[in-house]
């Protein structure tokens, strides 16, 4: 139905910047919800930010004022732009599309903020 691949993770310190990228193909057009989730070693994986499809963009209170969500509706691709990384920002970070009451996952792609 619907495929998700991201990139853009890597290593970078503190307070410094990194923009992921997720690319959607497949049914896109079903695809109602977008959002970034993350999952850091021994913890469960917990929300980030979405976008509502024609509608709203919501935050995780631990990410807002430093992250930015966004929708590129001409390439089907959304994006993460984190500043002001902190090192409990390290996870692995997964893109999530909802079609119907269906959710698909990318692979994810792994952020590490050193100290």
């Known amino acids: 139905q619907v495929q998700l691949v991201e990139s853009g993770g890597g290593l970078v310190q503190a307070g410094g910047s990194l923009r992921l990228s997720c690319a959607a193909s497949?049914?896109?057009?079903?695809?109602?919800?977008m959002g970034w989730y993350r999952q850091a070693p021994g913890k469960e994986r917990e929300f980030v930010a979405q976008i509502i499809i024609g509608g709203t963009i919501t935050y995780a209170d631990s990410v807002k004022g430093r992250f930015t969500i966004s929708r590129d509706n001409a390439k089907s691709t959304l994006f993460l732009q984190m500043n002001s990384l902190k090192p409990e920002d390290t996870a692995v970070y997964y893109c999530?599309?909802?079609?119907?009451?269906?959710?698909?996952w990318g692979q994810g792609t792994q952020v590490t903020v050193s100290s």
């Open positions: 999530r599309s909802t079609v119907g009451w269906r959710y698909y």
């Open positions: 497949g049914s896109i057009s079903s695809i109602r919800i």
